[in-house]
């Protein structure tokens, strides 16, 4: 169960942890939607609370023209970011249509075997209407670049850091071999300490 602090309280966190923001565009001139999972508190955020915030910041803005996700998967831990399989099946319905319709494509970054066998299982279930087709696995930021322009981009340290990791140790693209010698937290809420890498956007 979330922790009981207000349903304002909660919209305010997921705004001051930059979980979501749209800016940039991709290849295609597509403007993103750029979503940071590690940064999303679970435990402390309940379903309602996101879905209001999502309508009422986040859709209206998609609403009007095409775009596509950016959802960086990196750093992800089921039991600290994880809303669960019907929090985020109650999340989709609620995407208006147009937004729907207006979902080009998905940038899944630095999936890891068991996103990808979850979504193997679950996710022509959870995304109906031709989303899961939509879906595009990146396993590198050089392969992100590829589709997206990278210098409109902010991507934060720890996702580089990551990949960096994989290309020394790339057995860990299968879940054979751990990622923990880094271990990062979700930023504080009033840090000043940018999360964000100069490697990544120039």
Known sequence: MPTQISESEQQQLIEKLDIFRIKGRDKRGRSILRIIAKFFP???VSVDALRKYLEEKIFPELEKKPFAVLYVHTGVQRCENFPGI???RSIYDAIPVNVKRNLEAVYFL???LQARLFLATF???LFTGGVYGKLKYVSRLDYLWEHVRRSEI???EFVCDHDED???RPMMDYGLESDHPRVYDAPAVDSPVS????RCIS
């Not at 999360?195 to 100069?198: K, L, N, P, R």
């Open 42 to 44: 679970a435990r402390i």
């Open 86 to 88: 019907s929090a985020v």
């Open 110 to 112: 630095h999936p890891g």
């Open 123 to 125: 996710g022509r279930f």
């Open 154 to 156: 902010e991507v934060p």
């Open 166 to 168: 994989l290309e020394d």
């Open 195 to 198: 999360m964000y890498s100069m």
